[in-house]
């Protein structure tokens, strides 16, 4: 599968920052007609040739994830002043199939198996979008970010290049990213409380914060989690070894080679320190079937106080807390957890030139040109700071000195407007500026002043560990194969099961090493087709890796 590649070019970063303009209405010029006319027939013919004609909103049905973003019952997810934001600068009538967050794995799929797919398709499924691009169902981006005058000015061949699968196509055109990388934030009062102002760095010493909140406080939960490893990977990273909520993943070594999670050395630790937090309930007893409201319930009651997270997820645990009329907490960015000897690329998250969601447009859109136009419009920064700020005089009123005062009640009414900013990963700064101004109202001034703080020093925390791990390797360009979507998923979900029960103590270390090995016996193939995609890319691009700069 050897497939041109390019030199990693450092102008990615510089491209991110670049700000695009909204597409206006298409329209079309009338010409006049021939021969002699009266003057009021003269006017006419003059009032068509000057004046544009505009086409009618072109009808599309997209399929969108709110990302947990909650619509209130009475907003109508097709029809609202946001979304109508959206569709005028784009000339769209958009139909939003939104299913519901814990749903949408299921209506993905659902979908997919129907055939019936709407014109765009908005989510986060990388490997299933893939192998359905791959077997028709999706229109190669390349030509079509080439052809727009905007999306070729966002979207370099390198980005393309990093969305690639093994049939050298572009099925999925990634949000961008926005310098808020995902970090390890806690509720920094309870870690004062018992620890004193010294910060938590190891897994050692994290169980220790832990165990002193569950001996204050004996119907905690310090460690919990919305259903398995989800947001909860802190502590595999912290041993080095890359899991998340969805199982194992596969990760480089130095001599440049691919290897599951389970091969990783340090791995064992990682399984060994979660069996610890279980067996002495640190960790949540039911961890693994929570649900979104049982999870709350361990944050709000429980003293559940780390988790993985961007800015955002900071603001808004923030946030909930002051609803709560919770003036002591305190929550903020902490060191993220590493374990000694742990090389730090490995235990961090880096930043990244790319977001996470993806979008795609059906091959069979009747107007593929109009879809275009819609993904064009959710990256224009002008509409999406028009967006996150909401209306004037209703979210916001402008002061005699032009600055903005939020209305954080009526703001907060219509927050759903939000998960329209996805394709600038929500919260990029504009949108942080309208969030922090939303959030500080709401909070006991006391609390306010060490949030703020609290904030400021978090940043700071986070910024200079993401900066240690590279934002481009070689893996960066490692193409999606396909064929190898279904096999992923499958050993992934069984990983899950393997950790699970050795988590919980249902299985002894041995046992453990024993279902390990069957496993690898099973899914190795697959890391060994990454490595020899990997040894392509470095024959092709060479070694290099690109580190954030300021």
């Keep these: 599968m050897k497939k041109a590649r390019r030199c990693i070019l450092p102008v990615l970063i510089v491209l991110l920052s670049l700000m695009v303009i909204a597409t206006g209405c298409v329209v079309k010029e009338i010409g006049s007609g021939q021969g002699q006319e009266t003057s009021q027939t003269s006017k006419q013919a003059t009032t068509s040739q000057t004046q544009p004609k505009v086409e009618p909103p072109v009808k599309l049905k997209m399929f969108f994830g709110d990302a947990g973003i909650a619509f209130p019952s009475d907003v109508d997810k097709s029809d609202n002043p946001f979304l109508n934001i959206i569709e005028k600068a784009a000339n769209v009538d958009l139909e939003m199939i939104q299913p519901v967050y814990a749903d949408f794995q299921t209506k993905f799929n659902l979908m997919m198996a129907s055939g019936e797919i709407p014109d765009i398709v908005h989510c986060w499924f990388h490997s299933d979008i893939d192998k359905y691009g791959a077997e028709g169902a999706f229109l190669d981006w390349e030509p079509l970010v080439q052809k727009s005058a905007i999306l070729s000015k966002i979207y370099n061949k390198d980005m393309l290049d990093m969305s690639r699968t093994s049939d050298g196509k572009v099925y999925k055109l990634y949000t961008l990213g926005n310098d808020n990388p995902n970090g ?12 004193g102002d010294k910060m938590p760095i190891t897994p050692n010493d994290w169980y220790d914060v832990m165990k002193k909140v569950k001996e204050k406080y004996p119907d905690s939960v310090p460690l919990s989690s919305g259903g398995g490893f989800m947001m909860m990977d802190m502590f595999f990273k912290a041993f080095g070894a890359q899991v998340d909520g969805n199982g194992v993943k596969l990760q480089t070594t130095d001599d440049n080679k691919y290897i599951w999670a389970f091969e990783y050395p340090k791995m064992k630790d990682a399984i060994l ?10 960790l949540d007893k039911t961890f693994i079937t929570n649900t979104s409201a049982e999870f709350t ?17 900071v603001l808004g645990r923030q946030q909930e807390f002051a609803k709560l009329g919770n003036t002591n907490a305190i929550v903020g960015f902490v060191n993220n957890p590493i374990a000694e000897g742990v090389d730090p690329k490995l235990a961090y998250w880096a930043f990244s030139p790319l977001g996470w969601h993806i979008v795609s447009i059906s091959s069979k859109s009747q107007n593929p040109d109009a879809a275009v136009r819609v993904i064009e419009t959710l990256l224009d920064y002008d509409i999406c700071k028009q967006i996150s700020w909401g209306r004037e005089g209703i979210e916001y009123y402008v002061r005699p000195d032009g600055t903005r005062l939020v209305d954080t009640e009526a703001s907060s009414k219509t927050y759903y407007r939000n998960a329209y900013t996805f394709m600038r990963q929500y919260w990029y700064q504009e949108g942080m500026d309208v969030r922090m101004a939303t959030v500080l109202p709401t909070l006991d001034a006391t609390q306010a002043s060490k949030f703020r703080e609290a904030w400021q020093k978090g940043i700071e925390i986070r910024n200079k560990e993401s900066a240690m791990v590279p934002i481009i390797t070689p893996a960066s360009f490692i193409p999606t194969i396909a064929e190898l979507a279904p096999k992923m998923d499958e050993a992934r979900e069984e990983s899950k099961v393997i950790m699970y029960k050795a988590v919980m103590g249902e299985i002894s270390m041995e046992e453990y090493d024993i279902q390990v090995n069957a496993w690898l016996q099973k899914y190795k193939y697959i890391a060994d087709e990454y490595t020899k995609e990997l040894q392509e890319v470095i024959q092709e691009r060479g070694d290099e890796k690109i580190y954030k700069t300021n």
């Design 273 to 282: 320190f979660h069996r610890k937090l279980y067996e002495e309930g640190l």
């Design 297 to 313: 319930n361990r944050i709000n009651e429980k003293n559940a106080m780390i988790w993985r997270g961007d800015s955002a997820a």
């Design 184 to 195: 390890t934030y806690a509720r920094l009062d309870l870690i004062q409380e018992v620890w």
